[in-house]
């Protein structure tokens, strides 16, 4: 394993467990079919999720927290208003945020959203699936309803570098193997289950799991992998166990309180590309 | 076995397998307490679902869609509008539509809504419980919250005929026994589960089922049938396995996911009465 | 046992049952993180949910409703007018209203919300965490987020027979160990599991068990102790078959369908303070 690599993981392995022991209060502003299993999942991690939809406390609920986290999956211009809100407190106290563009490109009120909040604020994390992250690069014909596509044109590592360059964040974009870039580095992580395309918002867990541990407040380049290794192995692990999608849920949560902070050292299956 | 029977089972064997390879887009705009099931419904099946549910992307969303499911469940003026947005763009663009008309006869506004949605447009499928395709027939006090209840006095195989002229449309009672007509002829399904009962949104899940097949742009009546097959065979599969509705939902999507064409030609429990 | 004990066991055995028979109809005004699992709870235990969420139908929903269940765990002000419509219906009609503060204390906006519901209207029961029911006494800095922290200086047994008093409704602060008083007598629960505290909607759900119960209209302090008693033994029976979140909620949803009468009276371990 190289240095980098070993270092990574033994972060990884620390912040995992200072966010058990912290309990990281994490806003969500997200869609509705995905809410109540973002909210398990970080409990089920050990954090505490917080939701606070609309603009009429968005902002409030935001300053107590230790992130934010933006799902655009059901957009409206009332929701939209609360994550103006929210993000705005957000970036006066240095909350940490992560953005999720789910359904990038999908149609023009998405991108408007998502342009808008990315021209105007500054985010820490932005978290996609392979087609929203390539849509989100400008190449078009990637994104189906709130699905990728394969046909993906663009080198992924390429994407996600310039991505972060061009936004000052962290760029993940998940997929069989999740590509990572902080502008400088490019990593990968290979793991997961096929299973993960059977259920919904399984992207939006990881956005969960992510921000709990942006919430510690170290480096989100750690908390980013980090939160994907977790997620992946719990997947592996559920999917052992399961005989479909159903089953597959309940274990996946089982499993998600069940990581510890020497899995990630030991079973993530990080690669550095740069 | 009936010739019409044996062909419209051989036709959904069919059709459940070509649902699967296109795997259409089903686009839902559906009440909040379903909406989670509805979503992993249809990925369990293996078609994919999307949720936009208001007026700032409704329309946008539905044109790339190739199904659209309108369910009343939790209505408001906004979701309404939206509705409005979506069944336009479907009806221009021949894209097929399922209402669910949740607890219709229960409030004024939920009347409103369906009556005003099947005056001004067109839909493929009405799918609802006996008791509000009862109401819709004009028949009162037939629905108590959202659920039916017993005290129905027309006759349900003459309702869903006279319905299905009245709206030019698939008509679909749910049931024990379901009922579907499409003007002409009047089918029945037996089977299923008294598990279903028992948790929420299994109307809701039969019309992602059903709306996903509508998705594959055939014949109508056909799909309708074939995902109350795929449905009722689940729920029965489920229920063997299930010691409350906490375990009969898991084993309902499981059983979803492992539904194949041949099940719909093998164990479709299918009456003609006319 | 004490004689009061035992009479309000035998009580709640009585009134449970009574609720299977009669199945009350629950209006549930409530956040999209826990609705649909108080839809499950609601059907699980053998009574029926519904969820009219906006104005155009709360009051006319609420009048056909045996119980109302107000939650603010997502509060905003077309919801926040849709509880109004359905509490002034409600008090109209003498339909039995229980409040769920959920995050009193955390925003301006949710204090706002619940503090004018409990000056212009009469609720039957006020039902929240430890922490929220000891914001509602004035007690700052005991909630984080929707979650109780432990900093309590007031003494919990004290703080819900003045509330009691105060709101001449029943209170009930929820933990480890409950506490109920009618403002004259003070009782606790013992009972229930440390996994209710890693999944999201227990407490929520308690209150849709405890509003099924009140739709019978008797006693609303019975009604009160004996749902508790139904969610707690539910909870430790399931407890004893989880491996984690995801499969404790499976259960949970099984054993609340599985209760019965003459549990209450065998396994309530209930207290009397005055």
Redesign the interface.
Known sequence: MEDRVRFILEEGERLWNKMKEIRP?V?HIT???????Q??AT??IGA??????????SG??CS??DALLINI??????IFSAMRKAVEVANRKNIPILLDPV?YG?????NYVVDTLLKEYKVSVIKGNSGEIMALAGSSGTV????AVSSVTLDLKDVVKTLANRFNAIIIATGEEDFISDGKEILSIRGGSSML?????SGCIAGSIISALLGVKEDPLIASITGLIAFKLSAERADQR??????F??????????VRGEDIMKEGDVKLWT
């Open positions: 209060l806003h869609n509705f079919v995905a809410m109540p299993e909210a398990h409990l089920a505490s999720p917080v939701m606070a939809l609309y603009p009429e406390e409030d609920m107590i927290a999956g059901i957009p409206s211009s009332e359904g999908a149609t023009p009120y998405r189906r309803g709130v699905d395309r059977n259920i919904t918002g399961s005989k479909g999608p159903g089953s849920r309940v274990h996946l949560f089982d499993e998600l309180s069940l």
